[in-house]
């Protein structure tokens, strides 16, 4: 059972990214998605989930900017991000039931 979480950068305030997440050895279409981030000094935090069925939700900080979404036929979701801030710079990591991708670092800086 795998995770890698991909897609990470260095990016300009205002700029966008697309963050991938590839499951292996799991039923992926039965589960929930997840993507959270950690900042220096700070916790982790959720910043979007999906469910199986397809639902959403979104932290406050990225409504209107992120967008997850998935594609069972790839057994990877996805983390849209637009209108990035410096305030997003962080390591992002993906996450279905108990399982945690690695991270990938996102840096929004000019």
């Known amino acids: 059972v795998q995770l890698q979480a991909s897609g990470g950068g260095l990016v300009q305030p205002g700029g966008s990214l697309r963050l991938s997440c590839a499951a292996s050895?799991?039923?992926?279409?039965?589960?929930?998605v997840r993507w959270y981030r950690q900042s220096p000094g700070k916790q982790r935090e959720l910043v979007a989930g999906?469910?199986?069925?397809?639902?959403?939700n979104y932290d406050d900080s990225v409504k209107g900017r992120f967008i997850i979404s998935r594609d069972n036929s790839r057994n990877t979701a996805y983390l849209q991000m637009n209108s990035l801030k410096p305030e997003d710079t962080a390591v992002y990591y993906c996450?279905?039931?108990?399982?945690w991708g690695q991270g990938t670092l996102v840096t929004v800086s000019s």
């Open positions: 996450n279905m039931g108990t399982m």
């Open positions: 050895g799991i039923n992926f279409r039965l589960y929930g």
């Open positions: 999906m469910s199986s069925g397809g639902n959403t």
